[in-house]
């Protein structure tokens, strides 16, 4: 009797667990599949009452964000393409110029004492402490007598600065996790620290190398504050771009909704390329700290 009562409650104890995982799935995921349904919505059936989840798709936002088709003339769609394509460069040069500049200076910080190293990490760190608002007018001022302002240059150098620190941080970790045993070996054996490094020490944390480059993408990805001031026409992002998206109509959400989407992708493609190094890197994270 005391079996079957407790064979019942663990049933029901289970479906009361995947209703509770559906609802948080369908919170954490229903936003995002109203915004790809809304993409290929028309301006009559997205403010449609009630809601169409059946309808004629339209692909006149795509169409508008990447240049193409029917909407490409359209008012809305100027400057779009350039604003994705200016994000793309931003975005990826700078993950790779903080990743490989945050890697080098995580080493030398886990590898070698020197005088102010615990200053220079705090300081680091503070960089992301501070709010981008506290130094737009900094950077305004400095990028307009620079020539840097509206440029794609100065948009990268934004990004390095910004995920330079987190980038240095991260891969400290993951370097004091690999025994300094392994770089005396090599050097007992006749080869230089340059060697160890890029042979031996390097191929070990390139899980976390994934998993920083992951995070620098995102807030390089993400990034408006600085985008929406440092540029006025030619190095906007797409971020930026969509956020004033209009028309002959007033607002294009179609178009808004569509380029959420494209901003949503790239993401998605990257993380699910490093996947494996990401999730091993993580693991070697929590491991290397024991």
């Given at each position: 009797?005391?079996?079957?009562?407790?064979?019942?409650?663990?049933?029901?104890?289970?479906?009361?667990?995947?209703?509770?995982?559906?609802?948080?799935?369908?919170?954490?995921?229903?936003?995002?599949?109203?915004?790809?349904?809304?993409?290929?919505?028309?301006?009559?059936?997205?403010?449609?009452?009630?809601?169409?989840?059946?309808?004629?798709?339209?692909?006149?936002?795509?169409?508008?964000?990447?240049?193409?088709?029917?909407?490409?003339?359209?008012?809305?769609?100027?400057?779009?393409?350039?604003?994705?394509?200016?994000?793309?460069?931003?975005?990826?040069?700078?993950?790779?110029?903080?990743?490989?500049?945050?890697?080098?200076?995580?080493?030398?910080?886990?590898?070698?004492?020197?005088?102010?190293?615990?200053?220079?990490?705090?300081?680091?760190?503070?960089?992301?402490?501070?709010?981008?608002?506290?130094?737009?007018?900094?950077?305004?001022?400095?990028?307009?007598?620079?020539?840097?302002?509206?440029?794609?240059?100065?948009?990268?150098?934004?990004?390095?600065?910004?995920?330079?620190?987190?980038?240095?941080?991260?891969?400290?970790?993951?370097?004091?996790?690999?025994?300094?045993?392994?770089?005396?070996?090599?050097?007992?054996?006749?080869?230089?620290?340059?060697?160890?490094?890029?042979?031996?020490?390097?191929?070990?944390?390139?899980?976390?190398?994934?998993?920083?480059?992951?995070?620098?993408?995102?807030?390089?990805?993400?990034?408006f504050a600085f985008a929406s001031i440092l540029t006025t026409t030619h190095?906007k992002t797409l971020p930026v771009k969509i956020s004033a998206a209009s028309?002959?109509?007033?607002?294009?959400?179609?178009?808004?909704?569509?380029?959420?989407?494209?901003?949503?992708?790239?993401?998605?493609?990257?993380?699910?390329?490093?996947?494996?190094?990401?999730?091993?890197?993580?693991?070697?994270?929590?491991?290397?700290?024991?």
């Amino acid at each position: 009797m005391s079996r079957s009562r407790t064979s019942a409650t663990d049933h029901v104890a289970r479906w009361l667990f995947l209703g509770l995982l559906a609802i948080y799935t369908l919170y954490n995921l229903g936003p995002i599949f109203w915004l790809l349904i809304s993409s290929f919505k028309s301006r009559m059936d997205m403010f449609s009452m009630p809601p169409k989840v059946f309808f004629a798709p339209d692909f006149s936002g795509y169409q508008s964000v990447f240049g193409i088709g029917a909407a490409k003339d359209s008012a809305s769609a100027y400057g779009v393409f350039d604003s994705l394509l200016n994000s793309v460069i931003v975005s990826t040069v700078g993950t790779a110029l903080a990743v490989f500049l945050g890697t080098l200076a995580g080493y030398v910080c886990s590898r070698f004492n020197f005088i102010g190293k615990s200053d220079f990490m705090f300081f680091v760190l503070s960089t992301r402490m501070l709010p981008p608002v506290a130094v737009l007018v900094f950077y305004h001022l400095m990028f307009a007598e620079l020539g840097l302002a509206d440029t794609r240059i100065g948009l990268i150098l934004v990004a390095i600065f910004a995920n330079v620190g987190l980038a240095t941080w991260i891969m400290k970790g993951f370097f004091d996790g690999v025994p300094k045993e392994v770089e005396q070996i090599a050097i007992v054996n006749g080869y230089t620290r340059m060697y160890a490094f890029s042979r031996l020490v390097l191929p070990m944390v390139k899980g976390g190398i994934a998993a920083t480059a992951g995070f620098c993408f995102i807030f390089a990805w993400n990034e408006f504050a600085f985008a929406s001031i440092l540029t006025t026409t030619h190095a906007k992002t797409l971020p930026v771009k969509i956020s004033a998206a209009s028309g002959a109509t007033g607002i294009e959400w179609t178009q808004i909704c569509a380029a959420g989407v494209v901003l949503i992708i790239p993401v998605l493609i990257f993380f699910y390329l490093i996947r494996k190094h990401l999730l091993m890197g993580m693991t070697f994270g929590v491991l290397g700290r024991r």
